[in-house]
């Protein structure tokens, strides 16, 4: 019902004449209302209320494109030498609010990660610090057994333990 009256208004508006007053647009408003609908508007309060949201707006608003002249170009009017410089109505489209429906989907998508998935997010990274720790474990033991005295080694168990060192030094990079 207002928005059938913002469209009665703004019929309104765009065939008002030089010298009248919002009281007599509205007056033609609540005309134009009554002869469309056939009974009067009586949703006045909520419309005042309404008429400045950017839903409630007429969308005329943000898709003009009016040419107007600069205020330095108005001045130099009287010199005809000067030619003026036009300019397009740079006023930006108000954005209109969310609807129901994008809200109502909106709400349902939740940025918050949920608690399964926080609980997945610390499994993981536990699991992850126990793989570092097991290989941590692993270089250690490794570094013993390089490390290890071969003097009392017989020649067989040197030559065996030169080759695993070798590859353990290939392996790790050492």
Not at 65 to 87: L, Q, V, W
Not at 89 to 110: C, D, F, H, L, V
Not at 136 to 156: G, H, R
Request: aromatic share 6%; hydrophobic share 30%; charged share 30%.
């Amino acid at each position: 019902m207002v928005q059938k009256f913002v469209g009665c208004y703004k019929q309104a508006v765009n065939g008002k004449k030089s010298g009248t007053s919002e009281n007599d647009i509205m007056a033609s408003a609540h005309a134009f209302f009554a002869q469309d609908q056939g009974t009067t508007f009586n949703l006045e309060y909520a419309w005042r209320l309404l008429k400045d949201e950017p839903k409630w707006m007429g969308e005329s608003i943000g898709s003009s494109s009016k040419i107007t002249k600069t205020s330095a170009s108005r001045a130099s009017s009287e010199n005809p030498d000067t030619h003026s410089s036009y300019e397009f109505n740079s006023s930006s489209p108000m954005e209109r609010p969310m609807g129901q429906k994008a809200a109502k989907r909106k709400g349902k998508t939740n940025n918050i990660p949920s608690a399964t998935e926080d609980a997945r997010n610390k499994r993981t990274t536990a699991m992850e610090r126990l793989a570092q720790c097991k290989e941590d474990k692993i270089e250690v033991k490794v570094m013993q057994i390089m490390m290890k005295d071969t003097s009392t080694m017989s020649d067989s168990q040197r030559d065996i333990h030169e080759k695993y060192c070798n590859k353990m030094e290939k392996k790790y990079g050492m």
